[in-house]
């Protein structure tokens, strides 16, 4: 399954700020082929890569790690048949943990 959200978005910003990806290699200190493969989707990048790539491009590192976690969630459970379920319970754990979380600051 392709990551091309992510990715997708990577090189839109990349053209926006009119770089080559040797360019946006040498300033990130990556190869040009992970940047190329992050781009077309054949690589999910680390959170960290990400959040140099929100740096560079100069974007909120908030809606390129919401996309990075979203196409991590995808590769890793997008092809199993209840992945709808899965999804729908950790967002309940989520929510719950989150709840518990609040209350004990709280106390």
Do not use: W
């Not at 009119?18 to 190869?31: G, T």
């Not at 040009?32 to 054949?42: A, P, T, V």
């Not at 929100?54 to 459970?77: G, H, P, Q, T």
């Not at 729908?88 to 989150?98: C, D, E, G, M, V």
């Amino acid at each position: 399954m392709p990551l091309q959200k992510l990715g997708v978005r990577l090189q839109y910003l990349r053209h926006k700020k009119r770089m080559l990806i040797r360019e946006v290699a040498d300033k990130l200190s990556l190869d040009s082929s992970i940047i190329s493969k992050i781009e077309n989707g054949k690589r999910i990048p680390t959170k960290q890569q990400v959040e140099m790539f929100a740096a560079l491009y100069d974007v909120d590192a908030r809606n390129l790690l919401i996309e990075f976690y979203s196409d991590k969630m995808c590769s890793f459970i997008g092809n199993e048949e209840y992945a709808h379920e899965v999804l729908r319970k950790t967002l309940k754990k989520i929510n719950s943990q989150y709840k518990s979380d609040k209350s004990t600051k709280l106390n």
